[in-house]
Structures are given as structure tokens and as C-alpha cells.
């Protein structure tokens, strides 16, 4: 018991940090405003220039921010948990492309789809690259190795942003597309929060209920069979889990690489290997990585916004290159 | 040794697509926005043609076909030589990054030094260039061990993971530049052969003169370090002094060629995977194949992207990866 009490502690300190670093990011911005400010807008009805800025522009963007940076930790805990692969992530593997090329696919054929219509578009992309790199990696036996899924990742990744360039010049609408996929959280509203945040809820929700499964998953195929887990449907659900939170990460802010392969490593080296824990803190951790981000991205280089995955990005090199000299042996 | 119907079979693949390059070429002129009929080529290519048509020929169409064959040239030998040092099938100079870097260079001296357009264009070549180099060198230091030297592996997934993050870095460079420049760099990006005038053939072709021989020359250290390690060193390989002069080869043929064509992947590996698949592993015999192959597949990835759509047709990198990528694909299947 001692653990679960530890661990409720952990997830307290990142709750309050979490709320800490919300209201950093709401103050600070181009137009400057005051923590005073913050409070009438989220609790109180006061009507002033400041507070209509926060209300309509920064509130949705931040609540944008959170959501996807917990998605997209989410996604990536689970893509590292059933591939046992430290190099997973929604970027790196294909889904944010393959959401890429649907999106200019069905701007060229569908001039007037709306938002809905844009979502499910990209929740096909994303399980359409998903399945390209996964079904590379799985004619082999082992085909899950780090080089194998990352290359089949970059040869695919690179195949749909191609098929997306081809198909924007093509079409005359490259600038239409890059709106969707360069935009980041730039121009996020409401409407389109009320469309998005039931899938990742439900993203979330399934994922945590799944958490106990996907422990045993990570630890070993054999393991979980033997437990008496049916691994494939378990499997099959985290997948659409996966597709789900990436896919409509994509139809909010784009792409966005690094976030999903960030977040759970961090995690993992305050909670360990369970994943009851990794998940809710991802949710967590990935909200006030995005956040940070987007506050840099916003606070950097005013009047100008540097783009969140710009940032992310940079941020995300150091990353990768510990995982790969860490993970060495696990390469040869 | 090598059999001697091995190198007849090497020579008539060789004349083979020597033809094929030349024909190509022949196609590759006589089609495109501006009309140039076919019967109409050789009479203007001897100097006899009118005004309009010697334009088009050999200001336009010319110097951009013997651009891209070069390059093409540039980025299969390179690919050639990096899959040979770091004995990995799949390597290639645009997925490990160094198509990146240069892209990363190109745009901090596009957007942060104010020079006068015309004159700085010459420079862009060697801004590239120095791009590429610097993160190929950061890729060599990450990807090595003190332990166990440069490790092949780890050089791929350092470069994969460099060419995302320095992605991200463009972004922030044009977030903050104005659109034309902007226009420009995405253009780049994408593989647009843009350096098609005369002076972009002279920057780049001494690279391929100087630097074809020397591989060649190499021949047989190449066919040594693709063995394994033990065995390179056990017949007197100075293995890391090799590698790094080799890669210096790799890398400034790729620069060369993508500081005039653009962000180009994949042409790196599909020629040199071809070649070995037609003549066998030899470098003696493979890389004349493979130089030959990439010169052709760039030329007719670009002929069709010039003409898919007037006037400005789809960037030749578009292509490029669009036949490519399934290769990729297919080969990591098949390992």
C-alpha cells in the first residue's frame, strides 16, 4: 500500500504544477493581462477587453494545448507499451503522415468538408499509416526491433508527406493544407474543442481502464497469454485507442512529433514501469509539456509565433538521442 | 578475382543505360511547357534554330537535364559509399539527415544575411555544403562509442532523429520570415531542382570528377569494410581513418547535389540496391552502375514532375519519394 500512497502524492505535486504552469501560460502572451484577469474570466462574468482575449482566444488554446499534449502522451505510452519498443511514438510512426495525406486527399476531392467530415478523414489517415508501418514491421518475426519500426516509420512517413505535397501542388490547395497541418494551436476555437475532446476523452478513459492489461502486454507476449489476457482483442483496442487520441490530435493542431515519445519517458523515471501509474501521470505530464511549449512558441519571438511543434521538436532531439545511446544493447 | 563474364555483364549494362540516359535526355528536351518539337532538336542543338528555340534549349531544358543527371550521380554515389561504411542496406543521405542540415544552412543564410539576390545564389552551394557537414559530424560523434567505434545502427537512428529536429528548427526560422522567402525555402524542401542554369553545373561537377575516381580507388576498401569489422582490420584496413574519409566523400557529394536540387531522398538508395541486385556486391563493378542509375532515375523522376502539371509541375523530390518509399518498404520487408 505504501506505493499507491507514494504514487498519489506524485500525481498531487503534478496536479499542482500542472494548474501552475496553466496560469503562466494564460498571463503571459502578447497582450499582457494579470493573474486578476485570469480568475474573472474562468470564475466571475466581468466583461473587459483583457478578459474577452483570454476568453476567446487564449483559454481555448490552452485548453487545446492540454488536451493534445495528453493525447498524444497517452498514444505514445501505449504504442511503447505494446510495441516494447522505447522509440514509439505517433510522429515517428507514421499516424501524424498518414492523417497528413487523408487531410489532402479529401480537401482536393471534398472542397467544402467541415470539421467533422476533417476529423474522421484523419482518423482514417492515422490508422492507415499506422497499419503501413505496423504491417512492415510484423511480416517478420522480431520485425519490432527499434532500427526496423523506426525506418518503416521514416520510409512511410516520407511516402505520405509526399503523397500530400503531390496531391496540394496538384490540386492547387498546398496552401489549405499546410494551414491544417503547420497551423499548431494557432486560431483554436471553442466549436472545434466541442468536437474533439469527446473522442479524447474517451481515448483516455478506455486507455486507463485498459492500464492493468497493457502492464502485463509490456512486460512480455508469452507472460500475458499465460495470465489468461485474450492479447489480441486487448491489443486490437489499444490500437483504436491510439488512432483515436493521434487522429484527433492531428485535426486540431497538426503535427507534432516528440511529445508522445517525451512524456512517457519522463514518466516513467518518476512512477516506474507500471503502467496504472504512467498513464495518469502522462495525461499530466504531457498537458504541462504543451503548455510550456506553447507559452515559449507565444512569449519567444513577439509579435511573431514561433509554431508549438517547432519547439517541441528542438526539445525533443536531446530526447531521442538518450534514448538511443541507452537503449545501445538493445540494438545490436 | 573477378569473372570475366562478370565484367562483360557489367559493360553491356553499363552501354545499356548509357543509351537509356541519352534517350531519356533526348525525351526529356523535347518535352515541356514551352513547344521545342522533336524534329526540331538536333537542327537547333547545331546552332541552327531560331531565336525562341535555342532559348528554350539551351537555357531552360539543357542546363536543367544536365542538372539533374549530375545530381542524381552525386546522391547515388554517396548512398553507395554510406551503405558500404556503415553496412546497413538502408542507408541513405536524405532519410540520416544530412539532406536536413543542409536545408537548415540554406535558410539561416537565406533569411538572416542580407545580400543582393544574384550574387548570393553562388553562395548557396557552399552554405549547404557547410550545413551538411556540421551535422554529419554531430551525427558521427553521437553515433560513436569509445568502446566499440562508430556504430552503424546508431548512426541511422541519430540521423533519423536529426532530420526531425532540425525540421522543427526550419519551422521556427520561417515562422518568422516574410512569405517570398518563405516560397523559396518550401519549395527547396520539397526537392524543387532550382538551380538549373549553367554556373549550378560547374559548381557541382568537380565534385563528381574528383571525387568519382577516388571512390573507385577505394574500391577495394569499401569491399573490405562492408565484410565486417575483424576481417577489415585483420588484412590492414586502418578502419576509422577509411570511414572518415569516405564518409567526407558521402557527405559532400550529397550536399553538392541537394544545394542544387533541393531536399532529394531515396535516390541514394534505390541506385546503389539496383546495381548491386544486376552486378553483385564488387564496388568495382556496382558503382559505375549505380552512378549511372541515379543520374537516370533523378532525370526521369523530374521529367515526369515537369509535366504533370504546367507550368510549374510537381518538385522532382515529390517524385522521387512517391517511387521510392515503396522500394523502401518492399526491401525492409524482404530483409
Not at chain 2, 207 to 215: A, E, N, Q, R, S
Request: aromatic fraction near 10%.
Amino acid at each position: 500500500m505504501k506505493t499507491s500512497i507514494h504514487f498519489s502524492l506524485k500525481f498531487g505535486i503534478g496536479l499542482i504544477l500542472l494548474v501552475g504552469m496553466f496560469c503562466v501560460s494564460m498571463v503571459f502572451g502578447a497582450a499582457s493581462t494579470s493573474l486578476l484577469d485570469v480568475w474573472q474570466t474562468l470564475f466571475t462574468d466581468v466583461k473587459s477587453d483583457a478578459i474577452n482575449i483570454l476568453r476567446e482566444l487564449r483559454l481555448p488554446r490552452e485548453v487545446a494545448a492540454m488536451l493534445v499534449g495528453a493525447a498524444l502522451a497517452v498514444s505514445g505510452a501505449i504504442m511503447q507499451g505494446i510495441t516494447r519498443n522505447p522509440l514509439a511514438d505517433p510522429g515517428l510512426l507514421g499516424l501524424t503522415s498518414g492523417a497528413n495525406a487523408a487531410l489532402a486527399i479529401s480537401l482536393a476531392l471534398i472542397p467544402g468538408i467541415n470539421y467533422f467530415g476533417i476529423t474522421l478523414v484523419c482518423f482514417i489517415g492515422a490508422a492507415v499509416g499506422a497499419i503501413m508501418v505496423f504491417g512492415i514491421g510484423s511480416v517478420k518475426k522480431g520485425g519490432f526491433s527499434p532500427l526496423r519500426i523506426v525506418l518503416a516509420g521514416a520510409a512511410v512517413s516520407a511516402f505520405l508527406y509526399a503523397v500530400a505535397d503531390g496531391v496540394g501542388i496538384y490540386f492547387k490547395i498546398s496552401k489549405d493544407v499546410s494551414m491544417w497541418t503547420a497551423g499548431g494551436l494557432i486560431g483554436t476555437s471553442w466549436s472545434q474543442l466541442q468536437m474533439i475532446t469527446p473522442f479524447i476523452a474517451i481515448g483516455i478513459v478506455v486507455a486507463l481502464l485498459l492500464s492493468r492489461q497493457l502492464t502485463i502486454l509490456s512486460l512480455n507476449e508469452e507472460v500475458a497469454v499465460g495470465l489468461g489476457q485474450k492479447t489480441i482483442q486487448t491489443k486490437s483496442i489499444l490500437f483504436v485507442v491510439v488512432i483515436l487520441l493521434a487522429g484527433a490530435s492531428v485535426a486540431l493542431v497538426g503535427n507534432m512529433a516528440f511529445v508522445g515519445l517525451m512524456v512517457p519517458h519522463i514518466v516513467r523515471a518518476i512512477v516506474g514501469t507500471d503502467y496504472r501509474q504512467i498513464i495518469p501521470m502522462s495525461v499530466i505530464a504531457g498537458a504541462i509539456l504543451m503548455l510550456l511549449a506553447d507559452t515559449i512558441g507565444r512569449t519567444i519571438n513577439i509579435p511573431y509565433e514561433t509554431p508549438v511543434a517547432a519547439i517541441i521538436a528542438i526539445m525533443g532531439l536531446p530526447f531521442f538521442l538518450v534514448i538511443v545511446r541507452k537503449g545501445g544493447r538493445v540494438f545490436q | 578475382m573477378i569473372h570475366r563474364h562478370q565484367v562483360k555483364k557489367q559493360r553491356i549494362i553499363f552501354i545499356v543505360l548509357l543509351s537509356l540516359i541519352v534517350i531519356s535526355a533526348f525525351i526529356s528536351a523535347g518535352i515541356g511547357y514551352s513547344t521545342l518539337s522533336f524534329n526540331r532538336l538536333i537542327p537547333t542543338f547545331l546552332g541552327q534554330g531560331t531565336f525562341k528555340e535555342e532559348f528554350v534549349l539551351f537555357s531552360v531544358r539543357l542546363p536543367r537535364i544536365i542538372i539533374t543527371i549530375l545530381a542524381g550521380m552525386a546522391l547515388a554515389l554517396s548512398g553507395a559509399i554510406l551503405q558500404s561504411i556503415t553496412r546497413n542496406d538502408l542507408a541513405d543521405p536524405g532519410i540520416i539527415g544530412i539532406n536536413s542540415g543542409a536545408g537548415v544552412a540554406v535558410s539561416i543564410f537565406f533569411l538572416f544575411i542580407p545580400t543582393q539576390p544574384g550574387s548570393f545564389v553562388y553562395l548557396l552551394p557552399l552554405v549547404a555544403f557547410i550545413g551538411a557537414l556540421i551535422t554529419a559530424f554531430f551525427i558521427y560523434i553521437l553515433s560513436y562509442n569509445r568502446g566499440t567505434g562508430l556504430q552503424p545502427v546508431r548512426l541511422i537512428l541519430v540521423g533519423v532523429g536529426f532530420s526531425m529536429a532540425l525540421s522543427g528548427l526550419m519551422i521556427v526560422f520561417i515562422s518568422s520570415a516574410d512569405r517570398q522567402k518563405v516560397d523559396f525555402i518550401a519549395n527547396w524542401m520539397a526537392g524543387n531542382i532550382w538551380g538549373a542554369d549553367w554556373p549550378f553545373i560547374l559548381a557541382l561537377f568537380p565534385w563528381l570528377i574528383v571525387l568519382i575516381p577516388f571512390t573507385l580507388y577505394k574500391a577495394n576498401k569499401l569491399n573490405l569494410l562492408n565484410l565486417n569489422e575483424p576481417v577489415a582490420i585483420g588484412v590492414g584496413v586502418a578502419i576509422e581513418k577509411e570511414r572518415i574519409t569516405l564518409l567526407l566523400a558521402a557527405v559532400a557529394l550529397a550536399a553538392s547535389a541537394v544545394s542544387v536540387t533541393g531536399g532529394i531522398a531515396f535516390i541514394g538508395l534505390m541506385a546503389p540496391h539496383i546495381a548491386k541486385s544486376l552486378v553483385g556486391p564488387r564496388h568495382q563493378l556496382f558503382i559505375p552502375i549505380s552512378i549511372l542509375l541515379g543520374g537516370w532515375l533523378l532525370l526521369f523522376a523530374d521529367t515526369i514532375g515537369r509535366n504533370v502539371i504546367e507550368p510549374n509541375g510537381i518538385p522532382a523530390g515529390v517524385v522521387v519519394a512517391l517511387i521510392g518509399a515503396p522500394y523502401f518498404m518492399y526491401l525492409l520487408m524482404k530483409k
